[in-house]
C-alpha cells in the first residue's frame, strides 16, 4: 500500500477546523445503523466495510482527523461509489452522501492532485467544443476502418479498449449539436424549450436527441438547441476537479440564460440532476433561475402535454435511471407514458442500479459487469420485447452486458419509444 504525507496531523487538524459546517453535520448524522449495507449495489457484491457508506463514512473522518493517512486504500474507498443514491434516500437519518463524497473527491483532488489524463479531458478538450468534436470525428472516422467483428473488433472502441471487454456503440458520423436545427419551431406552438443534449447523447447517440426533439416538435413545442452548450460537468465532479467543473457551469448557465423558453429539457438522467441540483451549490444564486427550469424529457411530457399515442401491441418495460428515480424523484411519470403507448411490463427489481456509474464502468469493468448482471436477469424475467430507460449511460451500460449474456432484447431511449407511439397527426 502506498502513503502520501500531503499532511501532517496538526495541518489536518487546522483543516478541519476550517471546514464546512455542513460537511461534518453530515458526518456526525450517521448513526452507524447499517442500513445502507441492505441498499449498496457495491457493497451487495464486494462485501467490505469500506465500501459502503457507514464504512466510508468512518474512513472520512478519521482520515480529516488525522488518524489516518490518505492512501490507496482511502483514494480506492472513495471512488468505489457508484454515487446512485440509493443509500441516501433509504437513510433513515437523512446523510447526504453526495455531499461527502463530493466533498471527498474535491479534498483528494486539491490536496494530490486530477489525474493526467483527467486534467487533459477536463481543463482542454470539454471547454473546447470544437476542439473535442474534432477528436471524435477522427475516431468515428478510425472506428469505420476497423474489424467489426472478431477478436479485433475491440480496437473499433479505442481508447476505452484499454478499460476492459466493453461493448459500445459506433460514434456517430455526426454529431446531435450538427445535425439539430438551432431552432425549430413548432406549427401551433405551446411551449418554447432549451434542449440540452449532453455529451453521450450527443456523440453516439445522435438518433435519441433526434428522438427527443421530434416528439416534442410533434406536440406544439418549439425547440431551440444552443449550439455552444458545453459537458454538464458530471464525470468532472466525479474526479473532484471543482475549478474544471465551475468553467463547463458558468458557460452552460449564462448560455441558456441568454435563452427566452419556458423551460430547458434533457434526455439524460445523469446531465438532469448535475444541472438542476449541482449547480446551485456550486455557482450560488447565479444558477438558481437556470436550475429551477430543468425537466426530464419524460416528466416534461407528462406536465404540460397531452400526447395521444396510438397502442402498440409490442410489450415494453422500464429500467430506472439512479439519477431519475432516487436523484429526481421521478418515477411514474415514464410509466405513466408507457402504459399509454403499449403493452407495459414492469421488470423486477427495475430501481436497481445498473452498475453503470459513468466513469466508473470503464475504471471498475468487472465489479460494473458484476452489478448489471442482476439487472441483465430481472430483464431475462420479464416478458417485454423492448427495454426503455431515459438515460444513455444506462442504456449503453444494459446493452453491453445484454449482448455479453446473449440476451436478445432491443433497448430504447423512453423519447424513441413513445415517438414511434406517436399518432401520425397529433
Not at 421521478?330 to 407514458?337: F, G, N
Request: aromatic content about 8%; proline content about 4%; glycine content about 6%.
Amino acid at each position: 500500500m502506498r502513503f502520501f504525507s500531503g499532511l501532517s496531523y496538526q495541518g489536518t487538524r487546522a483543516w478541519v477546523s476550517r471546514m464546512n459546517a455542513s460537511i461534518q453535520e453530515e458526518l456526525n448524522k450517521c448513526a452507524r445503523c447499517g442500513k445502507c449495507r441492505a441498499q449498496c449495489p457495491v457493497f451487495l457484491e464486494v462485501g467490505t466495510e469500506m465500501s459502503v457508506t457507514r464504512g466510508r463514512v468512518a474512513l472520512l473522518e478519521a482520515y480529516l482527523d488525522g488518524a489516518i493517512p490518505y492512501s490507496d486504500k482511502v483514494r480506492e474507498a472513495m471512488m468505489t461509489c457508484l454515487r446512485c443514491l440509493r443509500c441516501q434516500e433509504t437513510c433513515p437519518a437523512g446523510v447526504r452522501v453526495d455531499m461527502l463524497i463530493n466533498f471527498a473527491r474535491e479534498k483528494m483532488a486539491t490536496e494530490f492532485g486530477v489525474p493526467l489524463l483527467g486534467r487533459i479531458i477536463f481543463r482542454a478538450l470539454l471547454p473546447r467544443r470544437s476542439l473535442f468534436d474534432a477528436l471524435v470525428r477522427a475516431g468515428s472516422i478510425l472506428q469505420n476502418l476497423l474489424p467489426r467483428s472478431g477478436q479485433d473488433a475491440r480496437l473499433r472502441h479505442l481508447p476505452l479498449m484499454f478499460h476492459g471487454k466493453r461493448r459500445i456503440p459506433s460514434l456517430s458520423k455526426r454529431s446531435a449539436l450538427k445535425i439539430l436545427p438551432e431552432v425549430l419551431p413548432a406549427k401551433n406552438e405551446k411551449k418554447v424549450v432549451a434542449f440540452f443534449v449532453g455529451c453521450l447523447t450527443n456523440y453516439s447517440y445522435a438518433h435519441v436527441a433526434q428522438a427527443i426533439v421530434e416528439l416534442l416538435n410533434r406536440n406544439g413545442v418549439t425547440v431551440i438547441t444552443p449550439k455552444r452548450q458545453l459537458c454538464c460537468g458530471q464525470p468532472v465532479l466525479s474526479y473532484g476537479d471543482m475549478k474544471a467543473l465551475r468553467r463547463l457551469a458558468e458557460h452552460n448557465v449564462a448560455l441558456f440564460n441568454s435563452v427566452e423558453c419556458d423551460a430547458i429539457v434533457t434526455g439524460c438522467a445523469s446531465c438532469g440532476r448535475m444541472i438542476r441540483k449541482e449547480y446551485v451549490p456550486l455557482l450560488g444564486e447565479a444558477a438558481a433561475e437556470f436550475s429551477a427550469k430543468v425537466y426530464d424529457v419524460g416528466e416534461f411530457i407528462a406536465k404540460f402535454l397531452d400526447v395521444e399515442f396510438e397502442h402498440r401491441r409490442e410489450t415494453v418495460t422500464y429500467h430506472d435511471p439512479c439519477h431519475l428515480n432516487w436523484g429526481q424523484g421521478i418515477t411514474e411519470e415514464p410509466r405513466d407514458l408507457l402504459r399509454a403507448a403499449g403493452e407495459y411490463r414492469e421488470m423486477p427489481d427495475a430501481k436497481r442500479c445498473c452498475g453503470g456509474g459513468g466513469s466508473f464502468s470503464l475504471s471498475h469493468y468487472d465489479l460494473s459487469a458484476q452489478i448489471t448482471a442482476h439487472k441483465v436477469e430481472s430483464i431475462r424475467n420479464t416478458p417485454a420485447d423492448v427495454v426503455t430507460t431515459s438515460c444513455p449511460g444506462c442504456m449503453l451500460q444494459i446493452q453491453d452486458r445484454l449482448v455479453a449474456e446473449g440476451v436478445n432484447r432491443r433497448v430504447e431511449h423512453l423519447a424513441e419509444f413513445l415517438l414511434k407511439s406517436q399518432k401520425s397527426d397529433p
